[in-house]
């Protein structure tokens, strides 16, 4: 809406030389329904920007990343780069990660606290279920992108929408330096 009134005003502006004299108002009238309309459209959006910056971490995938061993601290390297880069990462885990580790069960307070994120931003996949169901639908309900070297080609019949390209952002470190296909 707020592009429409733009260029309805942009077009009284560029029309109001050629109004009759009694419509010399219009000018300075669509002056200001151009600015209101610029404000308007720049409020929308930042807020569709700020609506749609979540995204998603296949934590499961993305802690095998340097060297290929298990190490959180990958994870928390991935996780700075993507906050310095705006976005809301949300990370999803299978049961089984606390093993992989630290020997033991970690629940997704433990883990949210290990990684500097609120609980509500780390989730565990339950025991006998897999983590990529849980990403895919996360990722479908929010349209974010996921961030992992996953393909899922499990789940391509049940999540065809998701598993476009721009949709799965690959990555990993090549000589140390972290990088995304974003």
């Known amino acids: 809406m707020p592009y429409l009134l733009l260029l309805f ?22 002056l200001l329904f151009i600015v209101i309309s610029l404000i308007w459209g720049l409020r929308a959006w930042l807020r569709w920007r700020k609506a749609n910056t979540w995204i998603i971490v296949d934590g499961s ?8 061993k298990p190490d959180l601290g990958t994870l928390r390297l991935v ?12 990370v999803v885990f299978d049961a089984n990660v606390g093993y992989k580790l630290d020997g033991e069960y970690m629940n997704d307070r433990a883990l949210s606290r290990a990684l500097g994120l609120r609980t509500k931003q780390v989730m565990i996949a339950p025991k006998g279920t897999p983590a990529d169901p849980l990403i895919l639908q996360a990722s479908r309900d929010s349209k974010a992108r996921i961030i992992t070297n996953d393909r899922f080609r ?6 065809p929408d998701v598993l476009k390209a721009d949709r799965l952002v690959k990555g990993g470190f090549r000589n140390d330096e972290l990088w995304f296909s974003l």
């Open 9 to 30: 005003s942009l077009g009284v502006y560029f029309a109001a030389p050629f109004l009759p004299p009694k419509f010399a108002f219009a000018r300075e009238l669509s």
């Open 61 to 68: 995938n993305v802690i095998h990343w340097k060297e290929g």
């Open 79 to 90: 996780l700075s780069a993507l906050k310095t880069a705006g976005f809301k990462p949300g």
């Open 154 to 159: 499990d789940w391509v019949d049940e999540f």
